[in-house]
Nanobody, 122 residues
Framework: QVQLVESGGGLVEAGGSLRLSCAASGRTFVGYAMGWFRQAPGKEREFVADIAWNGGETYYAVSVKGRFTISRDNAKNTVYLQMNSLKTEDTAVYYC???????????????WGQGTQVTVSS
């Protein structure tokens, strides 16, 4: 089992920045691809970004590419999502995920955190 705990969400004005963190515990963190999904009210949960176990590959949703950066520190068992130039449409609950490989398919992630709320005001 892998336990994931997100932090860093909050309220920010449009154009601002936030950094989300996800601390992993349990089974070895190093072997897992990590990622972020988000779900806005009334919408489907959608892929945001993911990163390979060694940080060698990263992928982003078109809607966040160039504004968000995913990174990981395997020594700290932590993955980060730096979010810049935030827009009101980025408002959502953000979920940290862990899986066996990088993929945009949510069904292929084995572990999910509880989520952290990000609210971007206009």
């Amino acid at each position: 089992q892998v336990q994931l705990v997100e932090s860093g969400g909050g309220l920010v004005e449009a154009g601002g920045s936030l950094r989300l963190s996800c601390a992993a515990s349990g089974r070895t963190f190093v072997g897992y691809a990590m990622g972020w999904f988000r779900q806005a009210p009334g919408k489907e949960r959608e892929f945001v970004a993911d990163i390979a176990w060694n940080g060698g590959e990263t992928y982003y949703a078109v809607s966040v590419k160039g504004r968000f950066t995913i990174s990981r520190d395997n020594a700290k068992n932590t993955v980060y999502l730096q979010m810049n130039s935030l827009k009101t449409e980025d408002t959502a609950v953000y979920y940290c995920v862990a899986g066996r490989r990088v993929t945009t398919r949510r069904s292929e992630y084995d572990y999910w955190g509880q989520g952290t709320q990000v609210t971007v005001s206009s």
